[in-house]
T-cell receptor
Framework: DQQVKQNSPSLSVQEGRISILNCDYT??????FLWYKKYPAEGPTFLIS?????DKNEDGRFTVFLNKSAKHLSLHIVPSQPGDSAVYFC?????????????FGKGITLSVRP | GAGVSQSPSNKVTEKGKDVELRCDPI?????LYWYRQRLGQGLEFLIY????????KSGLPSDRFSAERTGESVSTLTIQRTQQEDSAVYLC?????????????FGPGTRLTVT
């Protein structure tokens, strides 16, 4: 039972255009959402996050939108650059009072064409 | 400062053998997590350590898997009697604390191949 779903395995966009990466979740108790970026042979690196009490968080070229009623979040990258080509994981956190283990989606491979 | 390090980077082992994977978290990080990523899948939570509290082992897939952490430093993940389905990249992450807003920093992972 996948609680975090990234239904599109890949996305290809032209340099300079907007990249929109989507993520859906099923557990309404998730309290924090994160995006991680992963290059081959490296561990994931944190990109941007959003608390469940907000609907938007922006950091430079990266913006994450959260629609709680639809249980949907998206990552917008604008303008996209070739160096953004990587696998992007959506993750959700459920703080139980003891820990906040992350539940990850399967990831989406973004290719930005020069 | 140094990030999270893991060793070995690659491990090939025969089915039935035991393996031990090591994680050195960022100094000062009290929370440590182990995840694994099978081919084509997302990261699966395995186990969590927070300070001196009892670890959260709820993600360990079987009793062949165990992990230890010495204080707030090194952690080892041990897989006994390895099976082919254990083949995956095993990732370790650490964070300042266990709360949701604390970013988890990942190591490069150990790629385990069971033949």
């Amino acid at each position: 039972d996948q609680q975090v779903k990234q239904n599109s395995p890949s996305l290809s966009v032209q340099e300079g255009r907007i990249s929109i990466l989507n993520c859906d979740y099923t557990n309404s108790m998730f309290d924090y959402f994160l995006w991680y970026k992963k290059y081959p042979a490296e561990g994931p690196t944190f990109l941007i996050s959003i608390s469940s009490i907000k609907d938007k968080n922006e950091d430079g070229r990266f913006t994450v939108f959260l629609n709680k009623s639809a249980k949907h979040l998206s990552l917008h990258i604008v303008p996209s650059q070739p160096g953004d080509s990587a696998v992007y994981f959506c993750a959700a956190s459920l703080y139980t009072g003891a820990n906040s283990k992350l539940t990850f989606g399967k990831g989406i491979t973004l290719s930005v064409r020069p | 400062g140094a990030g999270v390090s893991q060793s070995p980077s690659n491990k090939v082992t025969e089915k039935g053998k035991d393996v031990e994977l090591r994680c050195d978290p960022i100094s000062g990080h009290t929370a440590l997590y182990w995840y694994r990523q099978r081919l084509g899948q997302g990261l699966e939570f395995l186990i969590y350590f927070q300070g001196n509290s009892a670890p959260d082992k709820s993600g360990l897939p079987s009793d062949r898997f165990s992990a230890e952490r010495t204080g707030e430093s090194v952690s080892t993940l041990t897989i006994q009697r390895t099976q082919q389905e254990d083949s995956a990249v095993y990732l370790c992450a650490s964070s300042l604390s266990g709360g949701s807003s604390y970013e988890q920093y990942f190591g490069p992972g150990t790629r385990l191949t069971v033949t």
